[in-house]
């Protein structure tokens, strides 16, 4: 059985920073791509950075310079450095895995979501 382990989220003051993490547990032969989604009160679930196997990064326009994406893929473990946090940035930040092959999944992957990690900013 696969789970995504995420850790790192907490309150910081504007301008601070954050360093979250998610491991997949669990046998796994591969992960296509893995990333961060985040949901604010009231708003959709957004991505926030994805990153594929091979190290091709992709960052919503709001993050792009403060927030950087990066993964070990011997861990199976993908991180995200948040500097210079914004108030805008408080939400729930979910991990996800994409296209990953363990035991009884589709020959393409299946999906995983973590159960989340709470990043409040305050201004």
């Known amino acids: 059985q696969v789970q995504l382990d995420e850790s790192g989220g907490g309150l910081v003051q504007a301008g601070g920073s954050l360093r979250l993490s998610c491991a997949a547990l669990g046998t796994i032969f591969s992960i296509n791509a893995m990333g961060w989604y985040r949901q604010a009160p009231g708003k959709q679930r957004e991505l926030v950075a994805n990153?594929?196997?091979?190290?091709?990064?992709n960052y919503a326009d709001s993050v792009k310079g403060r927030f950087t994406i990066s993964r070990d893929n011997a861990k199976n473990t993908v991180y995200l450095q948040m500097n210079s946090l914004k108030s805008e940035d408080t939400a729930v930040y979910y991990c996800?895995?994409?296209?990953?092959?363990?035991?009884?999944?589709?020959?393409?992957?299946?999906?995983?979501w973590g159960q989340g990690t709470q990043v409040t900013v305050s201004s």
């Open positions: 990153i594929t196997r091979g190290g091709n990064t």
């Open positions: 996800h895995a994409d296209g990953l092959l363990t035991y009884g999944s589709s020959w393409w992957g299946d999906e995983y």
